[in-house]
């Protein structure tokens, strides 16, 4: 079973970077299906990215993409989310999550199996 923990919250201004990064333990990270996910207050968990096992394939969401990337680093057990230009509406919890589900990846929430704490981003306008 794999652990998660997500790091490199914090408070940043419009059109300020930010990345976010959640290191693996306890499993065999190349194994898993890895994505990022948000909740801001009020609203459902929200898919960000998603990147395949060997980070050959990704996909966002439409309000991320061109902004945000997603990258993984098999050896070092850990997954990244560079964020730019980023807008007051990317303020939310971001979650880090993994599923051993055959797929190459997954968009929705309910095929992942581990998740991480939470990280908070606030972006100020």
């Known amino acids: 079973q794999v652990q998660l923990a997500e790091s490199g919250g914090g408070l940043v201004q419009a059109g300020d970077s930010l990345r976010l990064s959640c290191a693996a333990s306890g499993g065999t990270f190349s194994s898993y299906v890895m994505g990022w996910f948000r909740q801001a207050p009020g609203k459902e968990r929200e898919f960000v990215a998603t990147?395949?096992?060997?980070?050959?394939?990704?996909r966002y969401a439409d309000s991320v993409k061109g902004r945000f990337t997603i990258s993984r680093d098999n050896a070092k057990n850990t997954v990244d989310l560079q964020m730019n230009s980023l807008k007051p509406e990317d303020t939310a919890v971001y979650y880090c999550?993994?599923?051993?589900?055959?797929?190459?990846?997954?968009?929705?929430?309910?095929?992942?199996?581990?998740w991480g704490q939470g990280t908070q981003v606030t972006v100020s306008s």
């Open positions: 990147i395949s096992r060997s980070s050959g394939h990704t």
């Open positions: 999550a993994a599923t051993s589900r055959g797929g190459l990846y997954f968009s929705d929430f309910r095929e992942y199996y581990y």
